[in-house]
């Protein structure tokens, strides 16, 4: 049984962990401790913006972060972006995946959010087929841009 | 000369009739006008979430959003996430795009924020050919999931 609350100050090295256990993620997560949780103090600033984790018998097995976003297009509807979901990796296909991400809806529709969206890098297959059988529908191309220092 | 600024409640009006006029969005911007406002309002309270708008003599000619989130990955980058992007119809091709986005890089750099990112919806082309000639990568898939009430 996984719980699902809002990340703490103490849970922030074992989410990077989590970020970096991962065929994408591996290898960037190089940052100082001290930078991530400097993030993670800003985050607590950001009144929208939330940092969950998933936790087993004391162990953080899951995480996502969630921003809740005010906007006037689509009838003044409010969404919930998921950014960052990340599942340990000796314990994956067992639902922990599927329990988030209703941890995730009933978050987004208690602050008032009628959509819901996310986007994932193109070839992590597994994480597409996650998504289409949680009825998420794939009707956008996510573009980024970093911006160079 | 387009100025580019922090939109106002008076805008609120100006803003959705560019958000209708769309091959997209027609059809869609049908809520009452105090439904726009009160999300307004609402954006207002939320210190990352900016509705900008572009001016041409008085008249309110462009339109972004922009969200900027700080969160842990990509060593603890901030985030900037644009949304709802438009130009009025009888103006496109001339430029202010292509300044709107330069406008929110600098505003994305000046909150600190390393990283762009936006959606557009499959079958907007001239939108994809757009981002593309200013640098954006399409690398990942866009997820949406409406939440009916």
Known sequence: MTRFR???????AAV???LADDDFGAGRETA???AYLAAFDAMRTEGTNHLIVGEQDGRIVATYQMTFITGLSH???RRAQ???VRVAADLRGQGIGRAMMADAEARARAAGCRLMQLTTQKG???AQEFYDRLGFTPSHIGY???LSP
């Open 6 to 12: 809002e990340g703490r100050r103490e849970d922030v």
């Open 16 to 18: 990077i962990a989590l």
């Open 32 to 34: 100082p401790l001290d």
């Open 75 to 77: 009838r003044a509807t």
């Open 82 to 84: 998921v950014e960052s």
């Open 124 to 126: 992590r297959n597994r």
């Open 144 to 146: 980024k841009r970093e």
